[in-house]
Nanobody, 125 residues
Framework: QVQLVESGGGSVQAGGSLRLSCRAS????????MSWFRQAPGKEREGVAA??????TKYADSVNGRFTISRDGFTTLYLQMNSLKPDDTAMYYC????????????????????WGQGTQVTVSS
């Protein structure tokens, strides 16, 4: 069984930066998609960024240009978050999918079966 553990969250002021990490352990082979999602209270879970088929990066319009997703093999996923805004406040989750999906479907949470417990990011104005 694969386990994902996020870390790096915290409280920062607007304009600050955080770097999130997601580390996988267990029966790790490979992932077709490795993604970051976030969910604020009362809001739907939304895709933030993803790496699809190892090299293709995807970003939500709301974070494009501010966030950067990267990986270290298939065991560690990172999300560098710069120029943080209060609207970025949410619980951030990493998720993986082993099977093929269209790159256009990277942000669909229903297609991911493995999730971490989340790390809280709070951005104050």
């Amino acid at each position: 069984q694969v386990q994902l553990v996020e870390s790096g969250g915290g409280s920062v002021q607007a304009g600050g930066s955080l770097r999130l990490s997601c580390r996988a352990s267990g029966n790790i082979y490979t992932w077709y998609s490795m993604s970051w999602f976030r969910q604020a209270p009362g809001k739907e879970r939304e895709g933030v960024a993803a790496i699809v088929r190892s090299t293709m990066t995807k970003y939500a319009d709301s974070v494009n240009g501010r966030f950067t997703i990267s990986r270290d093999g298939f065991t560690t996923l990172y999300l560098q978050m710069n120029s943080l805004k209060p609207d970025d406040t949410a619980m951030y989750y990493c998720a993986t999918r082993r099977e093929f999906i269209s790159s256009d479907d990277w942000s669909r949470p229903d297609l991911y079966s493995t999730w971490g417990q989340g790390t809280q990011v709070t951005v104050s104005s």
